[in-house]
């Protein structure tokens, strides 16, 4: 069997070359841009709760647990939630915003924490 080497972390690569300067200056510029809109609307939660599902679904699908968008956002509104893939997505969405929750209070987020927002039903 051949011995596999992993290299160590971070990867020695140069992060200041032409191309990552531009793409950061494009990135930075419609991060902007996104702020600018987001302040337009009247509550700005919206957009985040709406983004958190949109991943939650995303990521769910990977695992081929599907839902529909309709099912999707019923789900985050009611809580007689009946299809088990919008449960499934809900419960990710509402463990990502509480381990956002926690880095904004703590400014990181500890095993501990990733601990108890999985056991958080």
């Known amino acids: 069997m051949a011995e596999i080497t992993i290299n160590p972390l971070p990867p020695k690569i140069n992060c200041e070359s032409v ?10 510029r419609a991060l902007g841009e996104l702020k600018g809109e987001v302040k337009k609307i009247p509550n700005s ?15 769910n699908e990977v695992e081929n647990i599907v839902t529909t968008d309709d099912e999707l956002y019923q789900a985050a509104v009611d809580e ?3 299809s088990v893939a919008a449960k ?12 956002y929750t926690i880095i904004k209070e703590k400014g990181l987020l500890t095993t501990n924490d990733i601990i108890k927002i999985q056991k958080k039903k």
Do not use: W
């Open 80 to 82: 007689k939630v009946t």
């Open 45 to 59: 939660q919206i957009l985040i709760d709406t983004l958190s599902l949109q991943e939650a679904k995303d990521s």
């Open 88 to 99: 499934e997505a809900k419960n990710y969405a509402d463990a990502l915003k509480r381990g």
């Open 19 to 28: 191309a990552i300067l531009k793409a950061l200056t494009k990135a930075s």
